[in-house]
């Protein structure tokens, strides 16, 4: 299950970041073999560790370089715009992600692990500036 949810995160990552904004997917089949409604498909979690690791690194690359300008763009698909910029995708993908880690927590409650994170860390060392 968890594999799965890596997986699937890598494959909107990859398809949005790599895909749509690059035109260079690093692994375009998990777009159909994870997508939502196949959950019943459970990769090796080692290799979808592997996969999301360089979707990530292939993604920040990009990401990194991202100004207000693109954020306002709208990639094309099929040689229109699409209705979603990337500022619309950026934030569709942080929600997609915190869904799921959500989701990842709850399972591994489930299976017992103890000393769970409670929050994204001490707020008090990370206040805005």
């Known amino acids: 299950c968890i594999s799965w949810i890596i997986g699937h995160l890598s494959a909107q990552e ?3 970041w790599n895909g749509a904004a690059q035109g ?5 089949h998990l777009r159909e073999l994870l997508s939502s409604g196949q959950v019943d498909v459970l990769p090796p979690l080692d290799e979808m560790w592997s996969t999301w690791g360089a979707i990530t690194a292939a993604a920040d690359r990009y990401l990194d370089t991202v100004t207000a300008e693109i954020l306002l763009q709208h990639p094309l698909r099929e040689g229109k715009p699409h209705a979603e910029n990337y ?3 950026l934030y569709r993908n ?4 915190w869904f ?5 927590h709850a399972v591994r409650q489930m299976l017992g692990h ?3 994170p409670q929050f994204v860390g001490d707020m008090r060392t990370a ?3």
């Open 100 to 104: 799921h880690t959500g989701e990842a």
């Open 114 to 116: 103890g000393e769970l």
């Open 87 to 89: 500022g619309t995708m």
């Open 24 to 28: 260079t997917p690093v692994a375009p």
């Open 94 to 97: 942080i929600y997609h992600y």
């Open 127 to 129: 206040v805005f500036r």
């Open 14 to 16: 990859d398809a949005y």
